[in-house]
């Protein structure tokens, strides 16, 4: 196999046992396949393709679903993929993605054609998910010094690595011109770079590390490097996590949890970062998406949290379910059961995180489990 090469998907429906909802599993059993990070846009606009991760070239490597044929086409090869960061551009005939934690590569969905865009500079590791502005000009992300970075392959080196305060940067990277120009330096674990969509003068980006140890997550930074500033005020035995923006720019959202508390709290943002506010009261989720405009959020239940440093305080009794919020009206109701184990495969932390989110047309949702022996990627209908 290679790039080019088209392989057979076979979708199969199934009625979930709880709740009735019909879902459909995109990819076969016996691979494993990834869906990309919850927040970038992995559908072509039409909701007619999908990209995602599999290993049918031996290779965790990029493939392109036709949702009509399914069929799956091969678009990279080879090791080192950061295969959760991919995203496709805007007008969907390009996508790119991260190489050997070095080299940025744009992909023309037509002919396969790679190109690369820009080169990590010696001396640097090009960390974590790498997200793009409105258009698709530009891109942020975050690059390590080569001498504090380590392989993220399990929770206690994820822990390590936040007590180095490993020299980090917040970059942007002019899609067109391969430019970098870096917003802030700091000496501390910076992680979650995002462009607020449709306004690049905004970049939202947080203090990573283990929940119950980062004392101020989430910050926000003018693109010109100036006006740092925290975007909530985190109370004593608080931990936030998985904050993004609402896809149509409005606010944003995050997740919020007290130390001794089962459940957790959607919360938002205004957009300049003035303001925080708890919305609703929820099950304990690990990660939330909404829809386009914020109207309805999809999160999945989660057992107790590996990323704290102490768990005591925070046990929880696994909860399979993912869960639909209505903001509107306050409600919440279970969608299906994803049953994911959560566990680290091949060195990967996130292949067995459901990390759901909203198809195009707002009618599906999307999510990752192993419930039937390997990673697969299945839609819900709402």
């Known amino acids: 196999?290679?790039?080019?090469?088209?392989?057979?998907?076979?979708?199969?429906?199934?009625?979930?046992?709880?709740?009735?909802?019909?879902?459909?599993?995109?990819?076969?059993?016996?691979?494993?396949?990834?869906?990309?990070?919850?927040?970038?846009?992995?559908?072509?606009?039409?909701?007619?393709?999908?990209?995602?991760?599999?290993n049918f070239d031996q290779h965790w490597n990029y493939y392109l679903l036709d949702m009509t044929k399914q069929t799956a086409r091969q678009l990279t090869e080879g090791e080192g993929d950061n295969s959760f960061g991919g995203f496709l551009s805007t007008d969907d005939t390009v996508f790119y993605y991260v190489k050997h934690n070095r080299?940025?590569?744009?992909?023309?969905?037509?002919?396969?054609?790679?190109?690369?865009?820009?080169?990590?500079?010696?001396?640097?590791?090009?960390?974590?998910t790498w997200v793009p502005n409105s258009e698709c000009t530009k891109v942020v992300g975050i690059e390590i010094d080569a001498d504090d970075y380590i392989e993220l392959t399990d929770w206690k080196k994820f822990a390590e690595l936040y007590h180095r305060n490993p020299h980090c940067r917040l970059i942007s990277i002019?899609?067109?011109?391969?430019?970098?120009t870096v917003i802030s330096d700091q000496n501390t674990w910076l992680g979650h770079p995002i462009y607020r969509p449709f306004d690049d003068s905004t970049v939202a980006f947080c203090h990573e590390?283990?929940?119950?140890?980062?004392?101020?997550?989430?910050?926000?930074?003018?693109?010109?490097?100036?006006?740092?500033?925290?975007v909530h005020e985190q109370a004593p035995g608080e931990s936030c996590t998985h904050e993004f923006w609402v896809p149509d720019g409005s606010r944003m959202i995050f997740v919020s949890y007290l130390r001794g508390e089962s459940d957790r709290w959607i919360c938002s943002v205004d957009p300049d970062?003035?303001?925080?506010?708890?919305?609703?009261?929820?099950?304990?989720?690990?990660?939330?998406?909404?829809?386009?405009?914020?109207?309805?959020?999809?999160?999945d239940g989660s057992d107790t949290p590996v990323d704290v440093a102490n768990a005591d305080g925070h046990e929880l009794e696994n909860d399979p379910y993912l869960y639909v919020f209505d903001l509107t009206r306050k409600e919440t109701r279970k969608l299906c059961r994803h049953d994911t184990s959560?566990?680290?495969?091949?060195g990967s932390r996130q292949v067995n995180?459901?990390?759901?989110?909203?198809?195009?047309?707002?009618?599906?949702v999307m999510f990752g489990s192993d419930k039937e022996g390997t990673p697969a990627i299945y839609l819900a209908d709402l």
């Open 1 to 54: 196999m290679g790039i080019g090469s088209i392989v057979p998907m076979a979708f199969q429906t199934q009625e979930d046992p709880d709740t009735g909802a019909r879902l459909t599993r995109l990819t076969p059993k016996g691979a494993i396949c990834h869906r990309t990070y919850f927040y970038q846009k992995s559908f072509t606009r039409d909701g007619s393709h999908l990209l995602f991760a599999g």
């Open 273 to 299: 970062g003035a303001g925080s506010s708890r919305l609703m009261q929820m099950p304990p989720c690990s990660h939330i998406m909404s829809n386009y405009d914020g109207t309805l959020l999809v999160g």
């Open 174 to 180: 002019d899609l067109s011109t391969g430019e970098r």
């Open 353 to 364: 995180h459901p990390h759901p989110s909203f198809t195009p047309d707002e009618k599906q």
């Open 342 to 346: 959560w566990e680290v495969l091949d």
């Open 103 to 128: 080299d940025l590569m744009r992909v023309r969905l037509s002919d396969g054609e790679h190109t690369t865009v820009y080169e990590v500079p010696d001396g640097w590791v090009g960390y974590g």
């Open 209 to 230: 590390g283990p929940h119950d140890l980062v004392t101020t997550r989430m910050w926000m930074v003018n693109e010109d490097g100036t006006n740092i500033r925290k």
